[in-house]
Nanobody, 124 residues
Framework: QVQLVESGGGLVQAGGSLRLSCAASGLTFSGAALGWFRQAPGKEREFVAAISWSGYYTYYADSVKGRFTISRDNNKSTVYLRADSLKPEDTAVYYC?????????????????WGQGTQVTVSS
């Protein structure tokens, strides 16, 4: 049984930083492409960042490029999202997701496993 467990969310002031973590179990972590998505109230879930199985390739939504950094530690079966220069519009529930594939993807429909989400709230 695959489990993805996010942590690290919270309340932060605009301009602040957070590091989200997602610990995985039950899958071949080193063979899985991973992603972060977010969903704000009343909005659809949107792509934030993705990372290839090796960590060599990373992709970002334009809205977070230059402010967020995705990384992974295959020895710890954990993926991270470092969020800097946070803005109120970054407020959302953040989800990590895993693919049963080494190939990265931006569409939520291409991910096979999901965490329960962690709330990030950015105050102005």
């Amino acid at each position: 049984q695959v489990q993805l467990v996010e942590s690290g969310g919270g309340l932060v002031q605009a301009g602040g930083s957070l590091r989200l973590s997602c610990a995985a179990s039950g899958l071949t972590f080193s063979g899985a492409a991973l992603g972060w998505f977010r969903q704000a109230p009343g909005k659809e879930r949107e792509f934030v960042a993705a990372i290839s199985w090796s960590g060599y390739y990373t992709y970002y939504a334009d809205s977070v490029k230059g402010r967020f950094t995705i990384s992974r530690d295959n020895n710890k079966s954990t993926v991270y999202l470092r969020a800097d220069s946070l803005k109120p519009e970054d407020t959302a529930v953040y989800y990590c997701a895993a693919r049963a594939s080494r190939v990265t993807a931006r569409s939520s429909s291409e991910y096979d496993y999901w965490g329960q989400g962690t709330q990030v709230t950015v105050s102005s």
